[in-house]
Structure formats: structure tokens, C-alpha cells
């Protein structure tokens, strides 16, 4: 189910548009004639304003939702863009094929993954999103379109639309190379570490025998237990298993606060650490409860009360990463704020294919920050200082307050791909983030 075009998943900020447009597959050019900015809009599950256009148009995308071709013996899917994952994944898993890389909500659309080029738990085997993107057909606001591949026609418009924050058009549709899969289970183990070496060790272990690596991250944790966590590592296997009838939860309503707060988490964090399936060493899963923990609790952003949360996710180059982290964690736990889900994971060597792509070699850490005001944008401004200072950055996706002058770091092509932005279409990130940079900011 969507959010309410004027929020982002992360219910902060929350802004008023001026129109809000739905799109189908008739849908030729948007009409500027009272001069607002365009952004599409897939379903809402960015955290921050990379979707949200204050007192612009947002373009509806779930119109766009047809299959078009599907080719069983190579497992290459053409559909539109406002398609979900979800959507993929049901008609295709029956026939031994699944998305090739999937973040950590089926509920995204094929345009918002390529616009944001999602990564997920194998990025160290298969890279992002785009990656697997074979071609995918361009709108832009004066009618025109374009067909739109890594190394063939109108390249340079790939590399710029793959991770561009929608804003170099509205994608129509899309063809994906699926991958081929045994069934819908998975087998693996799972592994407590005590601290961020242990993490790394295993990291370094698993990369050559496991397509997906992740990890569990106490953020409560402090002294000799800093940077404790629980490793699953898996990979697709041919099991016969009755499918686990889904039972979706849904949280009815907004609570007055946030239900996330000290004593909650540091509760929740130990129970988890210490329950007995956080070691197994022969582990199987439905690839749903293992891809989508959250898929099950609908509306779960809503936990975090009527302010909203933050969340935070930064990449670290390896170098540094292990230094990097310690001290990420530690003013963290120092705070008393954190997430129940606090994700690290490895991402691989493999280049991303987008200019304005998030992905690259290192160490990503993801944690939800309930929103307290200047409390919480000060520790998050510490860890920004500590990702700045690896040389690391900070995801455009998740992000709702990164300044001007920490984006222009993270993303040094930004004023190449700035060619390639549609002269009609903007975001209130993407406003925020391109203002100039006083000499004081740099």
C-alpha cells in the first residue's frame, strides 16, 4: 500500500504539492503551463525528500504496471515501469527465475530501484540494480523519448538515468535480466561475531561460497561488546518445503510518541543477540521472511510516532572502514538512539553503472533514527563528519538532511549528470544538495 504523496516512508518531511498526476501508458508529456516542476513518483518507499517535490507535480507511476514480455528460456522480463518487485516475483519464481537483486522491501517499483540503483545482500556477487537493467525507454518533458542501453544506443543517458534520482525523465518501461533460481528457499548459516573484526573476518570468508552476505549490528552495544552482531550468510538451494502462508501485521495507527526509545531498543538488541537461532549452522528460509523481515509488519514506519524517523545509511571505503565504524557505533550507543534492524554488510569491487550511484567498494551500515528534533540532526551530522572523513558517503535514498556541501563530496560527477536533468523535472533533495556551497560549509 502507498504512502500519501507528500511524505516519504520515513514521515519526515512531509511537503504540500501542487499536483499530483497519475500515469498510464497513454501518457505522453507533462503539461507545464503554470510552470511546476515535475518528479515521478513510484510508491513511496524512498526515506526522505529524493521523492518529494515541495509545491511541484508528482507523476503517479502505478499506472504503469503491465507486464510486457517474458522470455522463459532467458529470463529476460519487459514490463513497465510502475511494476513491483512483489510483482515480478510472483510471476516468475513459479517458473524458476527471481529479480537479481532486491533491497529490502519487495515493495518497490522497477522505476524507483533504477532510479535510486538498489543494491542488496549480494552485491558482492552481482553489483546494483543497474547492472542487470538490459535497456529501459525515456520520457522527457518536451515529448521526446529514447531507448536507453549500457553500451549501445544513448549510453551516456543510461549511466545518468541508473541511480539519477528520477529527475532525467520518467522511465515507461524496462527490461531486466532476471536470475534463474532452484526454488523459493534458501540455505545458509548464522553466525554471532563479538566485534567488528570478527565481522570482517567472516565478511572475507563467505564472499567466495555465499551469494548473500548480512548482518545484524547491536547499536546498544558498548565497551569490550561494541560492534557485536549476528552474520547469515545463504545461498538459493532446490528444497521441497511447504510455503509458509504469509500473515501480514499492520500497525492501525500513529502512536502519540515514538515507541523506539532507550530501554526499548537496548531490550530488544539483547533479546536478539542472545536468541538461540543466531547461531545455525545448517539455517533455512523462505526467501521472503530472509530478502523482507519487514514486508510482514505493513505500515511499520508508522512505530516511530507522528515526527517520523530518520535513516541513515553511509558506505566506507575498506581501508579505514573497521576505524571508521568503531566510532560510528560508539557515538551511536552513546546516544541512547538506534534501529531494532541496524544492517552492515560488504559491498563488492564491482563499478556501479550509474554517475549518481550510491554502491561502491566498502563497508554500508544502515540504522532508523526516531526523530528528536536537533538531538538527532547533530549525531547524524557526527557520523556524516566521520563518513566525510574516510572518504565514504551517504545514500541519496535514505537521506532527508545531508548538507550541500557533504552530498557535492559524496558524489563528485554530480555537476556532470547535472547535464543530463530534465529542464522540467526537480526534487526538493536535489534542490537542497545543489545550492552553493558557502566557504564556510567546504
Not at 516468475?92 to 529490502?104: D, E, I, M, N, Y
Amino acid at each position: 500500500m502507498p504512502t500519501v504523496p507528500g511524505s516519504s516512508w520515513g514521515r519526515w518531511p512531509r511537503h504540500a504539492h501542487a499536483q499530483c498526476v497519475p500515469v498510464s501508458d497513454r501518457f505522453r508529456a507533462p503539461d507545464f503551463a503554470d510552470g511546476a516542476p515535475c518528479l515521478p513518483w513510484g510508491n513511496g518507499r524512498s526515506y526522505g525528500d529524493s521523492c518529494q517535490n515541495a509545491d511541484g507535480r508528482l507523476l503517479l507511476t502505478q499506472g504503469l504496471d503491465r507486464f510486457i514480455a517474458f522470455d522463459l528460456d532467458t529470463g529476460v522480463l519487459e514490463c513497465e515501469a510502475g511494476v513491483q518487485l512483489a510483482d515480478i516475483i510472483d510471476l516468475v519464481l513459479p517458473k524458476g527465475w527471481f529479480v537479481p537483486v532486491t533491497p529490502g522491501t519487495r515493495f518497490v517499483t522497477v522505476g524507483g530501484a533504477i532510479a535510486n540503483d538498489v543494491h542488496g545482500k549480494n552485491h558482492h556477487r552481482a553489483g546494483s540494480f543497474g547492472h542487470h537493467v538490459t535497456g529501459f525507454e525515456l520520457l522527457r518533458s518536451d515529448g521526446s523519448t529514447r531507448w536507453c542501453t549500457a553500451d549501445g544506443q544513448h549510453a551516456a543517458w543510461f549511466a545518468a538515468t541508473i541511480g539519477g534520482l528520477g529527475l532525467t525523465g520518467l522511465i515507461r518501461r524496462a527490461r531486466l535480466q532476471l536470475r534463474r533460481v532452484p526454488g523459493a528457499w534458501l540455505t545458509g548459516q548464522s553466525h554471532r561475531f563479538g566485534n567488528l573484526a570478527e565481522f570482517f573476518a567472516l565478511s572475507r570468508e563467505s564472499d567466495r561460497d555465499y551469494e548473500y552476505t548480512v548482518s545484524w549490528l547491536d547499536c546498544t552495544a558498548r565497551g569490550d561488546a561494541l560492534g557485536r552482531g549476528v552474520f547469515m550468510r545463504g545461498n538459493h538451494a532446490p528444497i521441497e518445503g511447504r510455503v509458509p502462508r504469509e500473515r501480514a501485521l499492520r500497525v492501525p495507527v500513529t502512536p502519540p510518541v515514538s515507541l523506539i526509545n532507550r530501554l526499548s531498543l537496548q531490550a530488544f538488541n539483547r533479546l536478539y543477540y542472545a536468541r538461540p537461532s543466531a547461531r545455525c549452522d545448517a539455517a533455512t528460509w523462505h526467501y521472503r521472511p530472509f530478502f523482507y523481515p519487514l514486508d510482514s509488519v505493513l505500515e511499520w514506519n508508522r512505530i516511530y510516532g507522528p515526527r517520523g524517523f530518520f535513516q541513515y545509511q553511509c558506505v566506507v571505503p575498506p581501508e579505514p572502514a573497521q576505524d571508521a565504524l568503531t566510532g560510528m557505533i560508539d557515538a551511536i550507543a552513546r546516544s541512547g538512539s538506534g534501529s531494532f534492524l541496524a544492517v552492515l554488510k560488504m559491498f563488492g569491487e564491482r563499478p556501479s553503472a550509474g554517475l549518481l550511484s550510491f554502491p561502491r567498494p566498502g563497508a554500508t551500515l544502515a540504522l532508523d533514527f526516531p526523530n528528536q528534533g536537533e538531538d538527532t540532526l547533530r549525531l547524524l551530522e557526527r557520523l556524516d563528519e566521520i563518513t566525510r572523513a574516510a572518504g565514504g558517503a551517504v545514500y541519496p535514498a535514505k537521506d532527508a538532511r545531508m548538507s550541500a556541501a557533504s552530498f557535492q563530496q559524496y558524489f563528485p560527477r554530480w555537476r556532470e549528470f547535472g547535464a543530463f536533468v530534465d529542464p522540467r523535472f526537480s526534487s526538493s533533495f536535489w534542490r537542497r544538495v545543489t545550492e552553493p556551497v558557502s566557504c564556510k560549509e567546504s
